[in-house]
């Protein structure tokens, strides 16, 4: 299973939302869950959060369509880039650098680096999601 989780700003929700529900059911791969939720800015550096709603989707993983899910979650992850939205580290399991370079900008992958850099010269602290996203 995973769970696919998208911010998107209070204007552009609807639509972008309705787009995704749409290409899941159009590529036969329905979410079992769907959750939305209303969010809030804040002020951190590598934030999910926006001034508008997020959908949290989970989806079977079935070996024969892997491939096809991971196709939807691109496409996904456009949509959401397109409607100005950003995502969830903790619950991520599809983003690419190129992607989160979109959402987080250059400046802000900037800032992140000098401070991994300052607090963690040897890169002993890493996750897999700091490997397959933010390593340099």
Same mark, same amino acid.
């Given at each position: 299973?995973?769970?696919?989780?998208?911010?998107?700003?209070?204007?552009?929700?609807?639509?972008?939302?309705?787009?995704? #529900?749409?290409?899941?059911?159009?590529? &036969?791969?329905? /979410? $079992?869950? %769907?959750?939305?939720? &209303? +969010?809030?800015?804040?002020? $951190?550096?590598? /934030?999910?959060?926006?001034?508008?709603?997020?959908?949290?989707?989970?989806?079977?993983?079935? +070996?024969?369509?892997?491939?096809? #899910?991971?196709?939807?979650?691109?496409? $996904?992850? &456009?949509?959401? !880039?397109?409607? %100005? %939205?950003?995502?969830? $580290?903790?619950?991520?399991?599809?983003?690419?650098?190129?992607?989160?370079?979109?959402?987080? %900008?250059?400046?802000? #992958?900037?800032?992140?680096?000098?401070?991994?850099?300052?607090?963690?010269?040897?890169?002993?602290?890493? /996750?897999?999601?700091?490997?397959?996203? !933010?390593?340099?």
């Amino acid at each position: 299973m995973i769970q696919y989780q998208s911010f998107i700003p209070t204007d552009k929700a609807p639509a972008a939302f309705r787009e995704m #529900l749409q290409i899941s059911l159009q590529n &036969r791969i329905p /979410s $079992f869950l %769907g959750v939305v939720k &209303r +969010h809030r800015p804040d002020r $951190f550096l590598l /934030s999910h959060a926006v001034d508008g709603f997020s959908l949290a989707l989970d989806f079977r993983v079935p +070996h024969d369509r892997r491939a096809a #899910l991971r196709e939807q979650t691109a496409t $996904f992850n &456009r949509i959401t !880039l397109d409607a %100005g %939205g950003r995502f969830y $580290f903790a619950k991520d399991s599809t983003l690419t650098p190129d992607v989160v370079a979109q959402f987080l %900008g250059q400046e802000t #992958l900037a800032q992140f680096q000098a401070l991994k850099n300052r607090c963690d010269p040897k890169e002993i602290l890493q /996750s897999d999601l700091y490997r397959r996203c !933010l390593a340099p």
